[in-house]
């Protein structure tokens, strides 16, 4: 579904207000220079600190400079309150996204359980392709293995973002199989891969294509067993034990 360099994109600010024309002219320049994908409201973008209005504003001036352009955009529309997480979504949706992405909701710690139905629930309220965003240093709660796999059940859900960031009992690495089609970017040394990119806000397009697979993408099937979970029970669709390192 989507392949290439993700970039997150930062929020631009003049003034003590959203620069939105500096971030059209931004945007556009992105375009210009190849990037692959525009991702508006990330952690670059400094979503938390975004209010509602802001939050919606700078998802709609991403699109709206994105336009023709075939560059598609996936809005961050997550948040630590459901409701606000779904409310965002719809937005991003009715706005014309072409996917959204959802952080680990911050601060709050939610259970495994909890976070499955958080996900859950902005899934079947709103019709649009889902990334789950998995970034345990920032947000202090951490979705293991096993909650993705239930999550990669749920309809409407289609990947996960995970970064090259230590502390994270869940790091998916690219022989365990697990995501859908979404580990693209960044060939780290030990073997990871950085979904969306921060670099790209100042060195789009080509120039770090070195770094990147031939085709630009990696891809796996959610239904193929995963490998280095330990053990994987095909019958449960769950991993039982702790991935291997």
Known sequence: MFAGSLVALITPFKGGSVDEKGFEKFVAWQIKEGTDGLV????TGESPTLSMQEH???????IAAAKGSGVPVIAGTGSNSTAEAIELTQHAKKAGADAAMLVVPYYNKPTQEGLFQHFKAVAEAVDIPILLYNVPPRTGGDMQVETVIRLSQVKGIVGIKVPNLTGGTA???PNHHLTKPVLIGEVQADGQFDVVWQTKDVVPG???SDALP???GIEADWTDPIKGCGHYDTAKKACTTAPSP
């Not at 508006?40 to 952690?43: A, K, L, S």
Request: hydrophobic fraction near 35%.
């Open 40 to 43: 508006p409201c990330g952690t």
């Open 56 to 62: 919606k504003r700078v998802i709609d001036i991403c």
């Open 171 to 173: 790091t998916l690495l």
């Open 206 to 208: 080509d120039a770090w």
């Open 214 to 216: 031939e085709d630009k």
